[in-house]
């Protein structure tokens, strides 16, 4: 939980999970992940719902060797996959390219695309943030229809 950060940024409330000092794939996973308003709002909730098994986490999946919990979560979240996908083959990576086909369908630029779903992108530069730029990402997030979240 300590990674979820919220500030107010031109009297907007904006979210974002920070896992610049978390144990991740690679460099470029290290970053501030923006969280649109309406999943903020569903995490929000989450928390008043659960009880925690272990403190300071938001997901209690058991932890691999390395620490990280990535593959217990990904079978869970297949579950969720098989819900939306009649495709035997669509896997959690694949919900990787329905966000980048919902960002290309929006106009939202590569290099933001990149940078969210936690690809190197191009440069020193793509490896910096900060909070304001978060807004930025969640002015150009608010382009996409996440209504569609409303129903899970």
Not at 76 to 98: P, Y
Request: with cysteine; net charge positive; charged share 25%.
């Amino acid at each position: 939980w300590s990674q979820v950060r919220s500030d107010v940024f031109d009297g907007m409330t904006i979210n974002w999970l920070d896992v610049t000092q978390s144990v991740v794939k690679n460099d470029s996973s290290k970053r501030l992940i923006p969280i649109v308003p309406l999943l903020a709002k569903r995490i929000e909730k989450f928390l008043t719902q659960i009880e925690a098994k272990e403190s300071n986490r938001l997901f209690t999946y058991l932890k691999d060797k390395d620490g990280k919990a990535e593959n217990k979560a990904s079978r869970a979240l297949m579950a969720h996959c098989r819900k939306i996908s009649s495709d035997s083959t669509f896997a959690v990576h694949g919900l990787r390219h329905t966000f980048n086909t919902l960002c290309r369908n929006a106009s939202i630029d590569w290099e933001l695309r990149e940078f969210i779903v936690g690809r190197s992108g191009q440069g020193q530069g793509a490896k910096y943030g900060e909070a304001a730029h978060v807004a930025t990402y969640l002015k150009e997030l608010a382009k996409i229809d996440f209504s569609f979240l409303e129903g899970t």
